[in-house]
Structure formats: C-alpha cells, structure tokens
C-alpha cells in the first residue's frame, strides 16, 4: 500500500520543486499542435472520440490537432515508438477477432484511388472538421498496420508496456486516459498502479473530459506530466499549452460541470483525489 501511495503522488519517480497547489485553480486553454492517439477496436468509438477533439480544435481557435487511430494495444505501442503523441485515449478490451476480420476484408478490397492520410486534422473551421473527419473514417482500415496477434493486450496492459518505454527510453510524458465502461474501484486501482492518468466512460463527452483535466492539471504538473511556464501549464517546453493557472484568491474560473454525478470529481489518483474523496 505504501508503494501504491508513492506512486500517486509521483510515478515517474523524479523529484521536483515543492509548490503549494492548493493555492491554484486551473482551466483549460489550448494552444499550439496537439497530436493525439485515439485506441478503440469499434469504429463508431473511434469516431466518438475524434469529433471530441473536432469540437476542441474549434473552440480553441489557437490549436491544431492531428488525430491518429490504432485498433488494438499492440499497434498502440509501435505507433507511440514513432510518433509523438500528448494525448492518447485507451480503450479497455480490445478484439484480435476484430483485428483479423479487418484484415482479411482489406485483402479482398479495392484500395482507394489516390493518397490516404495517417491522420485527421482538425483547426478551426467547423465544416472543413467535418469534411475531414468523414473522410479518414471512410477509409481508415487502410491506413492501420495490423500485425499477427494483435487484439491481445488489455487496455491497462499496454498503458504498462508504453510508460516503460517512455521512461526507459527518455521520451517525452504523455497523458494517457482509460475509455472504459468499467468503473469499478478496483478497476481504477489497477489503471492507476499502470501509470493512468484518469478514467473517462464510454462513451464519453465533451465536457467529461474538460472536467478530467481541469480538476487534474495541478496533479499532472506535480507527477512532472505537464510543465509550468508562467501561470501557462505546458507540453514540450512550451511549443504546446495545455491550460492556465490562477491564484485561488485572484480569479476562479467558472466550474465545468457533467451529467455523470461520478465524474463530477473525475480520478486520476494522487493526492489531489485522496482528498477530495470517492463516490461509491
């Protein structure tokens, strides 16, 4: 249990400067290129997630966002060994059935004429987003490297395989968010012992995940997740902003709220959900 405690407070281990949160309320404000993962073996999942960060990108008029998909955890790793990701939403139980299904109707299929993009972006026009969207999905089972037996790894499995690799290797940290409909206890014990950065349902809102975040941005800049500059909570130096930070008695910025009464206090671990409690 002492091990458990540990790490929430600081799983990576490094010791950073002593700053009293608590006398911060953060938001959240976008700006720079965000390059996020989106892992689900349903499309329709998939898709759910990318119109997320499609309503993102427009309300944020600042930021750019490329969104890549993979199928499976496996892929999921390989692909986090290429690219540099942010954000990366992880689905739970995965399907290697769904994995050689696709496969083998690629085999019989005519690929599409002409280029097909390894990602969707997504800026600040709301049309051109839609457009976009509906035009990686469309044929997005090209573009996926599916490799024999892939469809095995559990969500949280492969969340443990890539936290290794980014440690071990000295890569940049990344947020990684379960997508799951288990909300069980033990479930977020176990997300949260493989390095989880907290819990979204599914399917999953909008304003689910701006909650997630916001009540969590202080606890990801003690974890050494995010970076401070200025009152600017920060990705990579600060080429990418994730949010801001007030002093509580300067300016508290107007509560996100959810229709999900448990994820009014969405859970990430750490101190930060310790006190503030769980629901049961």
Same mark, same amino acid.
């Given at each position: 249990?002492? $091990?458990?405690?540990? +790490?929430?407070?600081?799983?990576?281990? =490094?010791?950073? %400067?002593?700053?009293?949160? *608590?006398?911060?309320?953060?938001?959240?404000?976008?700006? *720079?290129?965000?390059?996020?993962?989106?892992?689900?073996?349903?499309?329709?999942?998939? %898709?759910?997630?990318?119109?997320?960060?499609? &309503?993102?990108?427009?309300? +944020?008029?600042?930021?750019?966002?490329?969104?890549? !998909? $993979?199928?499976?955890?496996?892929?999921?790793?390989?692909?986090?060994?290429? +690219?540099?990701?942010?954000?990366? /939403?992880?689905?739970?139980?995965?399907?290697?059935?769904?994995?050689?299904?696709?496969?083998? =109707?690629?085999?019989?299929?005519?690929?599409?004429?002409? @280029?097909?993009? =390894?990602?969707?972006?997504?800026?600040?026009?709301?049309?051109?987003?839609?457009?976009?969207?509906?035009?990686?999905?469309?044929?997005?089972?090209?573009?996926?490297?599916?490799? #024999?037996?892939?469809?095995?790894?559990?969500?949280?499995?492969?969340?443990?395989?890539?936290?290794?690799?980014? %440690?071990?290797?000295?890569?940049? #940290?990344?947020?990684?968010?379960?997508? !799951?409909?288990?909300?069980?206890? $033990?479930?977020?014990?176990?997300?949260?012992?493989?390095?989880?950065?907290?819990?979204?349902? &599914?399917?999953?809102?909008?304003?689910?995940?701006?909650?997630?975040?916001? &009540?969590?941005?202080?606890?990801?800049?003690?974890?050494?997740?995010?970076?401070?500059?200025?009152? &600017?909570?920060?990705?990579?130096?600060?080429?990418? %902003?994730?949010? !801001?930070?007030?002093?509580? @008695? =300067?300016?508290? #910025?107007?509560?996100? /709220?959810?229709?999900?009464?448990?994820?009014?206090?969405?859970?990430?671990?750490?101190?930060?959900?310790?006190?503030?409690?769980?629901?049961?």
């Amino acid at each position: 249990q002492d $091990a458990i405690d540990r +790490h929430r407070d600081n799983p990576t281990g =490094e010791t950073f %400067q002593e700053i009293d949160f *608590g006398a911060y309320v953060y938001d959240v404000q976008f700006s *720079g290129t965000m390059k996020v993962l989106v892992i689900d073996d349903q499309r329709t999942m998939r %898709q759910m997630v990318a119109m997320i960060y499609q &309503k993102i990108a427009f309300e +944020h008029p600042g930021v750019t966002i490329d969104c890549y !998909t $993979a199928l499976s955890g496996e892929q999921a790793i390989r692909m986090c060994r290429v +690219h540099r990701f942010h954000f990366i /939403t992880m689905d739970q139980q995965m399907s290697i059935d769904y994995c050689q299904s696709l496969t083998d =109707e690629v085999s019989i299929s005519e690929r599409p004429k002409g @280029d097909i993009p =390894e990602f969707v972006r997504f800026g600040s026009d709301k049309i051109v987003n839609a457009k976009m969207r509906q035009a990686y999905f469309k044929n997005d089972k090209w573009i996926q490297d599916i490799q #024999p037996g892939d469809g095995t790894l559990l969500g949280h499995e492969a969340i443990r395989k890539i936290r290794a690799e980014v %440690q071990e290797e000295g890569r940049s #940290p990344i947020l990684i968010f379960n997508l !799951t409909g288990n909300l069980l206890e $033990a479930d977020r014990l176990m997300f949260l012992e493989v390095g989880s950065s907290g819990m979204l349902p &599914k399917p999953t809102k909008l304003e689910d995940f701006y909650s997630l975040l916001k &009540k969590n941005l202080g606890l990801y800049v003690s974890q050494g997740l995010l970076q401070l500059s200025g009152n &600017k909570v920060v990705m990579d130096d600060g080429a990418f %902003q994730v949010g !801001t930070r007030f002093l509580r @008695d =300067e300016e508290e #910025p107007e509560p996100v /709220t959810t229709e999900r009464g448990k994820l009014n206090v969405p859970w990430a671990g750490g101190a930060t959900q310790r006190s503030a409690g769980t629901t049961t």
